[in-house]
């Protein structure tokens, strides 16, 4: 069962699904989860088959499209701003609060790639997610300053910096703004040393695999400075008290970030690694989805 739902985020208009568990009963109370979709993608996508499949384990998700993006309200469009996705996931355990078969004191928040993050930076201060867990984890503000885990030089991140000044004080002036793809837009721009996350990125928001007229692959340039200033991970040592769980694939070029957040947790923590799997890979095949959701559903079963 899914619904369509919104609810808001200060001004602006939150569209978001809702998934509810088969034999839903309104007068029964249920654990309930906030999926967090990763950047570029929109509530169609991921995010919202995984929310699919762990409401048929007895959770009740939802999911939505950030701030700016999809469906959603917010200018300017295509902004990716981690602290407003931050503020997003907030609302979206605000919104759930509110309906009458949600066990507040029963709530967790879970995310893929970007989503991940900022499903980790949320759980660090906001108290009401009791569990968070990720899919092919990837922090928006330390991937921004680098790739793939490797530091830019400082020189370099701040050349970028001063094009995004540049390009702030030219739209200022009326000049259009420009986007930068999250991953390549053709075939040809895709060779042998393309890291595997953009190639199979393609094939995911390119083709029909997952491609949704909503989710446009690409963000505002004018973003970067907000990432930049981001972080997702510098208070897990002090703050992430709650349980974690951080799903990765063993080919998974992103796996460094998981890697990342387990040694940084101080508290309850498992690091489960699927075989075989790649970033992408977990977003859609069930060889390897079939392995990670019985396990958000065991781990979510603390709630």
Known sequence: MVETVSFRNKEVEIAGHLHLPENFNAEKKYPALVGI?????????TIGHYAKRLAEHGFVAVVYDSSYQGASGGEPRLLEDPTTRVEDARCAADFLTTLPFVDSDRMGVFGICAGGGYAISVAQTER???AVATVSAAPMGEGSRGFLGHLSPVAEQIGTLEMVAQQRT????????????FV??????????TPDLLREGYDYYRT???????????????????????????QIPELLTQPLL??????????????????????????????????????????????????????????
């Open 170 to 181: 030219a739209e200022a002036g009326g000049a259009q703004p420009l986007y930068a793809p």
């Open 37 to 45: 979709h990763p950047a570029g993608g929109v509530k169609e996508q």
């Open 128 to 130: 009401r997610f009791k």
């Open 184 to 193: 390549p837009e053709t075939l040809e721009e895709i060779n042998e040393s």
């Open 246 to 303: 951080l799903i990765a694939g063993s080919k998974a070029d992103t796996k460094v970030f998981s890697d990342q957040a387990y040694e940084l947790s101080k508290g309850p923590k498992e690091l489960f690694v699927v075989d075989g799997a790649t970033h992408i890979a977990l977003y859609d095949v069930p060889e390897y989805v079939d392995q990670a959701i019985p396990k958000m559903a065991e781990f979510f079963a603390v709630l």
């Open 208 to 234: 029909p695999r997952g491609q949704h007229p909503n989710s446009k692959g690409r963000f505002l340039l004018t973003s970067m400075d907000k990432m930049f200033a981001f972080s997702a991970f510098d």
